[in-house]
């Protein structure tokens, strides 16, 4: 069985930065794409960006340029960099992992985290 954990979440201003983290335990040997995904209220959840374990990435458009994310394959553990943050990024931010590298892509991950808050005020 695979955990995963989100951590880092928190309240900031317009303009702040925030780091997520998601630490994986349990089976991490099986994790090929880890990711993070987030929903706002009344909205539907949606990709922010992802990462093979081969480093390649994937990020919705419009966090380019703004977030980073990035993995640390030793610790299992992936980094969210948010930065210039804006109040519509207010929403739980969700970690994903899949064996699946295609997710990267086509997403429906098969493990998710509990979900860290990120609220940005204005």
């Known amino acids: 069985q695979l955990q995963l954990v989100e951590s880092g979440g928190g309240l900031v201003h317009a303009g702040g930065s925030l780091r997520l983290s998601c630490s994986a335990s349990?089976?991490?040997?099986?994790?090929?794409?880890m990711g993070w995904y987030r929903q706002a209220p009344v909205k539907q959840r949606e990709l922010v960006a992802a990462?093979?374990?081969?480093?390649?990435?994937r990020y919705a458009d419009s966090m380019l340029g703004r977030f980073t994310i990035s993995r640390d394959n030793g610790e299992n553990t992936v980094y969210l960099q948010m930065n210039s943050l804006k109040p519509e990024d207010t929403a739980v931010y969700y970690c994903?992992?899949?064996?699946?590298?295609?997710?990267?892509?086509?997403?429906?991950?098969?493990?998710w985290g509990q979900g860290t808050q990120v609220t940005v005020s204005s």
């Open positions: 994903a992992a899949d064996p699946d590298i295609k997710r990267l892509w086509f997403g429906e991950y098969a493990y």
């Open positions: 349990g089976t991490t040997f099986i994790i090929n794409v």
């Open positions: 990462i093979t374990s081969g480093g390649a990435t």
